[in-house]
């Protein structure tokens, strides 16, 4: 039997005991040739059976299509924050990659931009880099390291910037296209910055990401109060 996600294919063959873990969707996997008995286990928020028998019964339970649901999932991660400034400036703030690289990485991170070309259809490459030692194997394309490379897809003026991107990653998951859309409305002394984040992967942990974005929003306005 196979499980597959995309190019990668889980083989359950003659081994003695198989194993994988399956980080993208919290799922750990073990199965037992000798005792024809497959653990499946997700995570706590995941309302779905801990154990199950596989072999005989596996139309009945179907969990070959749980765990194809579970490598599948994405979801949308959106934060916002009000910000004492006009939209002109929140703008020219995203679209300048020396004021983006300052205040972009998330608390305890630093970046670098490779590639920046804030036009539609225009290039970047970003890398973010954990600063922690405790953190040194954590990034998603290597070590401490994430680097994403991704595309412009629309500018309107002083109101929207989007964007699609994907990481450099072994993970195949973390290799496809995710949105980022960054909306700026005028509101009562200031501007109302919402980032919407589309179809992120599982395994991007939602409450990291949500604080990491939020965490982008804080330096933000730091950023802002100190440069008007």
Known sequence: MNIRKGSVTFNIES????CAVLKQSGVAVCFNTN??????????????????????????????DILMNQLNERRT???????????????????????????????GMRGEIEIYEPWE???????LTYLDPEYSQAGKTEGNKDVSQGTFTKLIKDKQVVTEAAFESDDPTLRE???????????????????VAENVPSSI?????????????????????RNQ
């Open 15 to 18: 081994h003695t005991a198989f």
């Open 35 to 64: 005792s024809k008995e497959l653990h499946v286990i997700l995570r706590e928020d995941k309302n779905i059976e801990q154990q199950v028998w596989f072999f005989g019964v596996k139309e009945r339970l179907g969990m070959e």
């Open 77 to 107: 991660d959106r934060v916002s924050k009000k910000i004492a400034a006009s939209p002109s400036t929140i703008y020219q703030a995203i679209l300048n990659p020396d004021a983006l690289v300052s205040w972009l990485p998330p608390e």
């Open 121 to 127: 259809s225009g290039e970047f490459q970003i890398s």
């Open 177 to 195: 296209t995710m949105g980022m859309t960054w909306n700026l409305e005028t509101v009562p002394s200031g501007t109302k910055v919402e980032i």
């Open 205 to 225: 942990d939602e409450k990291a990401h949500i604080e990491g974005l939020s965490s982008s929003l804080t330096n933000l306005a730091a950023y802002i109060s």
